[in-house]
């Protein structure tokens, strides 16, 4: 048995402990995290969908796309990829129809009920503050200016 496979076992908990630093702001620690997962099992898509989930907090929504779009390619029924897709998707606005779309394809699919809370939560939070009609500042229409009265 090599050395790398006395680890094997740890597969799981090099993942969601990657999951947990990208969630506490510790970009570095996550990417070695989810690096080491990736060298215990390469075949597994997990560790690029928290490559993905790393750009998504710091809201670089193009890159994480692209890399959950390629999770999606290799792995089409990842309905955490999926989920993760439709809300980096939902929150740029020319695209938040089609992320919505991911994300209730995510909630039907998916058998995870937390994958199910999270894609709802998602939907929920883009139909209050990303479809959210504008201010009422915003929204003012431009009054034409008067000119001096003769």
């Known amino acids: 048995m090599s050395k790398l496979q006395s680890y094997k076992n740890d597969f799981v908990l090099l993942l969601e402990s990657g999951f947990i630093a990208a969630s506490q702001t510790d970009e570095d620690g996550a990417k ?15 560790p690029k969908v928290g490559y993905g989930y790393i750009h998504l907090l710091k809201l670089e ?3 994480a ?3 959950l779009e390629e999770v999606i390619k290799t792995e089409p029924d990842n ?7 439709g809300l980096s998707t939902s929150l740029t ?28 939560t ?11 009609q504008p201010t009422p500042v915003q929204g003012q229409p431009q009054t034409k200016k008067k000119g001096p009265k003769k």
Do not use: H
């Open 61 to 63: 929504l193009k890159q």
């Open 93 to 120: 606005i020319k695209d938040v129809d089609k992320g919505e779309k991911l994300l209730e394809e995510a909630i039907k699919n998916s058998k995870d009920p937390s994958i199910k809370t999270m894609a709802q």
């Open 32 to 46: 070695k995290l989810f690096r080491a997962a990736g060298l215990l099992s390469p075949q597994n898509m997990m």
């Open 122 to 132: 998602s939907i929920d939070f883009v139909e209050k503050y990303v479809k959210k």
């Open 79 to 85: 309905q955490m990829a999926r989920a993760l897709l």
């Open 65 to 67: 796309c692209k890399v």
